[in-house]
């Protein structure tokens, strides 16, 4: 048989994940088993060389899952089903593809994140959406979009399985690879937030001579736990004991409009940066990301012709 695309393996993942945690590796030979794969099925890799089409549609199946809070991630290579995946175990589909996960909120945020026609983004990820209306390079630029907000979510789900104090060693390692505060090596020096800590979780030159300084507040919460305006007054009030001027609040969750407004009206500037902010910046700086691979369009140099 042919190699099954990631709609049709997201009911099988689904079902791989039913007793509790498992391991991405083992659930991709077992099912390469129940598929029956032959040899040159199972071998096949993609382009790149670095994984085979059926690892690698067997994932995106699993990320699709987590999008609609199905699954979840754990640790590394696992994760584990969700109360809600439960809930659609107990009375399966026939089929779990796009059109299903559509049904839950935070999938259908995902979708909007990509910012992106669904039949470019669809079409590019190898489903059957129509491409016949796009040029190559739109279809392109959409997979693109589609691949920034899947990794962007899984960035913060990663984050969210850490510790607070990992939190706050992100931030300020992202604020260092955008170019504040020297070099990784004052990573230590940095970092501030323990008990009597005064609201501030690091401290971070925003010139190389340390002529002024960025202090900086790393809240990791849900992402339905909203920072709200009292936090905000509350960071203020630690500014201002420190003498600070600006300050930096970050959280994985997002700020309510209340929040905005007092950052907005007080006196010290304070920038917000929630998490869908926080994620674009780590993969813009390849802070917890890296890169896969490389794909070059190249096209026809008239010049060498007309020379």
């Known amino acids: 048989m042919a190699i099954p695309d990631f709609q049709t393996l997201m009911l099988p993942v689904l079902r791989e994940a039913a007793a509790g945690e ?14 029956h794969l032959n040899p040159e099925e199972r071998s096949h890799l993609l382009p790149s060389g ?7 549609r067997v994932h995106w199946a699993k990320s699709y899952l987590g999008k609609a809070g199905l699954v979840e991630l754990t640790r590394r290579a696992h994760f584990r089903i969700t109360a809600r995946g439960r809930e659609v175990l ?22 909007s994140a990509q910012d992106g026609p669904d039949e470019q983004v669809e079409g590019a990820a190898g489903s059957n959406g129509t491409t016949a209306d ?15 907000a899947t990794l962007a979510s899984e960035l913060l789900q990663r984050v969210m399985t850490g510790t607070p104090a990992f939190f706050e ?34 401290v971070i030159d925003q ?22 305006a009292s936090a905000i007054r509350d960071f203020f009030g630690s500014l ?11 959280t994985t969750s997002s700020f309510s409009s209340a929040g905005r407004e007092t950052a907005e009206m007080l006196s010290k500037r304070i920038v917000l940066i929630d998490g869908q902010q926080l994620a674009r910046l780590m993969i813009r700086h390849s802070v917890g990301c890296r890169v896969e691979e490389t794909l070059t369009i190249k096209k026809l140099d008239e010049e060498f012709f007309d020379g």
Do not use: H, W
């Not at 670095?50 to 690698?56: M, P």
């Not at 107990?90 to 796009?98: E, F, G, S, W």
């Open 169 to 202: 060693s992100l931030v300020v390692r992202l604020l260092i690879a955008m170019g504040y505060g020297g070099s990784i090596n004052d990573l230590d020096r940095a970092l501030v937030g323990k008990s009597g800590d005064g609201g501030v979780d690091g």
């Open 50 to 56: 670095r994984q085979t089409t059926f690892a690698n």
């Open 90 to 111: 107990a009375q399966p589909p026939d089929r779990i593809d796009v059109k299903y996960l559509t049904r839950f909120p935070e999938f259908q945020s995902f979708r």
């Open 207 to 228: 010139d190389p001579l340390g002529l002024d300084r960025i202090y900086v507040q790393a809240k990791r919460y849900a992402a339905d736990n909203n920072v709200g």
């Open 240 to 250: 201002d004991r420190f003498k600070a001027t600006k300050g930096l609040f970050v």
């Open 134 to 148: 796009f040029t190559p390079d739109e279809i392109m630029r959409a997979a693109g979009r589609q691949l920034e």
């Open 22 to 35: 498992v391991r991405i590796g083992d659930v991709v030979e077992r099912l390469t088993d129940s598929f």
